[in-house]
C-alpha cells in the first residue's frame, strides 16, 4: 500500500515539475477559447473542455503544480512555527512552556476549516491568505508530536550525557533531539500534505482560495457546478485528480509511520 | 466521578478563554478600521467617529478585550454588518440544522462503521478486510463537496429519487418549531409525510458528511477489534468454547470501542468543517452557508461569531467524550486524578 502511495506521489512530483511540457495545451492556463466550451472527453480533449473551452486535462496538470507548491509551503511554514514551539516547551516545564502548549490548545480547539475562513476572509481572499491561514492552522500539529518526542528523550541517557560534558541546550534540541524526533515530523508532515490539499480544494471551491484563471482544482468544481448535469466531465476529474493525490500522502504516511514506530499514535483530524 | 468531570470542564475553560481572546484580536487588528467597515463606504469621517465612540473603539485596546469577553460571555455577539439583526439570534435560527445533519451523519458513520471495523478484523486479511481498507483509506482522500456534487449528479439529476437542496419540500411548509430539527419537530406535529420528507432531504448531505468519519472509525474498530482478540481474556473465552459471534459482541468490542469514542469526539470538528462545504452543495440552511453567506458579504462579525459557536460546540463535545470514555472504561479517569 505504501508503495502504491510513493508511486502516486512521485508521479504527482513528475507532472507538478514538468506541468508546462506534459500538458498538451499548456497556453489554457489562461487563454479561452468560447467556440470550443463544454465539449466532452474526446481524443482531441481526453477529459473535455470546461466553460471557457479550455482543455480540462492541461488545466488538470496544471492544477497538480499549484496543488503540491500550495501544499509543500503550508507544511513547511507551519513546520517552521510548530516545531521550535514543540522543542522549546518540551524541554523545560515552568510558565513558559505550559503558556506554549495552552495557546497550542487554543488552536486545536477551533477546527481549521472555520479558522481558515475567518482568515482567509479577514486578510483579502486569494490563494496567498488562504496559505497564511493553513499554516498558521497547521502549526499546532507539529508543535504537539515534538513536544511529546522532546519530553520523551530529554530524560534519556544520552542528552543527560550532552548536558554533563557541558553540551549547551539549544545544540542538544538541534542536533540530538531533533533527529530523534525527525521520524514524527516526517510523518506528520506527509499526512499534513493530503490534509493541506483537501482543505485548500475547499477554500478555493468557496471562492476563499485560488481566485481565475488559476489552473486550481478546487475552484475547477466551484465552476463546473453551473454546468451540471450536462457537463459531468468538467465536475468529474478536477475532484479525481484531488482524491488521488491525497490517497497517495495518506498511502505514503501510513506507510512511514509503520516504519518509523509501529506504536505511533494516529492523532486527530 | 464528579471530581473527574469537574477536572476535566475545568481543563476546558483556559482554551476557550484563548478562543474569545483570538476572535478579539482578529476583529480588531485584521480588518482595518471596524468603525469605517460598519460606517460604509459613503460614510463622512463625523460618522465614522460617531459610531467609533457608540461602539466604544475609541476606548484603549485593553479595556475593548476586556468589554469583548464580558459581552461574549453573556451571549451578545454583536450585529450581523450585512443584516444588522443579532449574530447571536441568527446563529440560533440556524444551528439545529447543522446540528441535525451532523448528528445523523455521526450516527451513521458510528453504526457503520463499528460494524464494518469489526467485520474487517473478524476476516483479518481476508476479502472483506481488504474491501473495507479501500473503502476507508479512499474515504479520507475525497473531498466532500466534490463527493456531494457527485452524489448530486447522480442520485437527483439522473436518477430523480432523492431532492436535489434544501431540508424540506416547500410545497410541504415547515412544522412549527419546537427543537429545530425537523425529525423531532415533524413527529411532534404527528406529520408523517414532513418526517419522510425530511429524511430523504438528510440523505445525500449526511451520507457525504458520514463518509471521512465511518472511513476512520471502520480503521480504528478494526485495529482494536484486532489488539483486543490477542488478549488472554479473550483466548481464555475461546478455550471456555464461545462462539464467535458471542467472543465479538460480549468481551471485544468493549474494549475496543474505547479508541473508537475517543476518535468521534476528534471527527465531531472535522464533521463541523466539512459541514461547512456540505452545506453550501445542498443549500442547508444552517451555519455552514451562513460562514459562507458571510464571506461573500465580507461580514466579519457573523464570521467571527461562528468561528466562536464551533469552537464551544467542539468544546463541549470534546469534554462529553472524555466523560463517555470514562464511563465505559474507569482506568481512564483514574489516571488522571
Known sequence: ?269 | MALYILRRIALALPALFGLILVTFILSRVVPGDPAATLAGDAATPAQIADIRARYGLDKPLLEQAFVHVRQVLSGDLGNSVFSGRPVSEEILQRLPATLELTFVALFFATIIGVVLGLIAALDHNGPIDHLVRIVSVGGLAVASFWLAIMLQLQFSMEWDILPLRGRMDVALGLPPRITGFLLIDSLAAGRFDMFVDALRHLVLPAVTLALPGLATIARFTRSGVLEALQKDYVLYARAAGYGRVRLAAIYVLRNAVTVTVTQVGLLFGALISGAVAIEAVFDWPGLGTYAVQAILSADYKALLAVTLVVGVVYAVVNVLVDVAQALIDPRVAEQIS
Open chain 1, 1 to 269: 500500500m505504501a508503495a502504491i502511495g510513493l508511486f502516486i506521489v512521485l508521479f504527482a512530483l513528475v507532472v507538478a515539475i514538468f506541468a508546462p511540457w506534459i500538458a498538451p495545451f499548456p497556453d489554457d492556463a489562461f487563454e479561452s477559447h468560447i467556440m470550443q466550451r463544454l465539449r466532452p472527453p474526446s481524443a482531441e480533449f481526453p477529459f473535455g473542455t470546461d466553460n471557457l473551452g479550455r482543455d480540462l486535462l492541461s488545466r488538470v496538470i496544471l492544477g497538480t503544480r499549484s496543488a503540491i507548491l500550495v501544499a509543500v509551503s503550508v507544511v513547511l511554514a507551519a513546520m517552521l512555527i510548530g516545531v521550535p514551539i514543540g522543542l522549546a516547551a518540551g524541554w523545560r516545564d515552568g510558565w513558559m512552556s505550559e503558556g506554549l502548549m495552552r495557546v497550542t490548545d487554543v488552536f486545536l480547539a477551533v477546527p481549521q476549516l472555520i479558522l481558515a475562513l475567518a482568515l482567509g476572509q479577514l486578510l483579502a481572499p486569494g490563494i496567498g491568505t488562504a496559505m497564511v491561514a493553513l499554516a498558521l492552522t497547521y502549526w499546532p500539529f507539529f508543535a504537539r508530536t515534538v513536544f511529546a518526542e522532546t519530553r520523551r528523550l530529554r530524560g534519556s541517557l544520552f542528552v543527560d550525557a550532552l548536558a554533563g560534558i557541558g553540551a549547551h541546550p539549544i545544540r542538544i534540541l538541534l542536533l540530538h533531539v531533533l533527529p530523534n524526533a525527525a521520524p514524527a515530523v516526517l510523518v506528520r508532515a506527509t499526512i499534513g500534505m493530503g490534509f493541506t490539499i483537501l482543505t485548500a480544494a475547499i477554500l478555493g471551491f468557496l471562492g476563499v482560495g485560488a481566485a481565475p484563471p488559476t489552473p486550481d482544482w478546487g475552484l475547477a468544481v466551484a465552476e463546473a457546478r453551473q454546468h451540471l448535469p450536462e457537463a459531468w466531465w468538467f465536475a468529474t476529474f478536477p475532484g479525481l485528480a484531488i482524491m488521488l493525490l491525497v490517497l497517495g500522502f495518506n498511502l505514503l504516511g501510513d506507510g512511514l509511520r509503520d516504519a518509523a514506530d509501529p506504536r505511533l499514535r494516529r492523532s486527530r483530524e
